[in-house]
Nanobody, 125 residues
């Protein structure tokens, strides 16, 4: 059974940092990503990376502040979030796929068949 389990969310003041973790199990993946969804808004892409390494992809709104990474030995992916802003407040979701993705598809939620349950990040002003 494939599982993605996120952790690390919480309440933080603007300018602070959080690191989200996502433990993956059940199969190997080709790519993984983080998405987020704020109340009343659509789910939006945050960052993506291939499991084997290589290029990373970021939404313009988080470039220079967020870093996506993975620890292959622990089957864990991370999202380091620095200089957090109130507009970063959302539920954050880890996503993964076993399919080969074209670079342009990495930002599309429908390209990922496996999802975690989400972890809430709240940034106070």
């Amino acid at each position: 059974q494939v599982q993605l389990v996120e952790s690390g969310g919480g309440l933080v003041q603007a300018g602070g940092s959080l690191r989200l973790s996502c433990v993956a199990s059940g199969r190997t993946f080709s790519s993984y990503a983080w998405f987020r969804q704020a109340p009343g808004k659509e789910r939006e892409f945050v960052a993506a990376k291939s499991w084997s390494g290589g290029n990373t992809y970021y939404a313009d709104s988080v470039k220079g502040r967020f870093t996506i990474s993975r620890d292959m030995a622990k089957n864990t992916v991370y999202l380091q979030m620095n200089s957090l802003k109130p507009e970063d407040t959302a539920a954050y979701y880890c996503a993964a796929t076993a399919r080969a993705l074209a670079p342009g598809a990495r930002q599309v939620a429908g390209a990922y068949e496996y999802w975690g349950q989400g972890t809430q990040v709240t940034v106070s002003s």
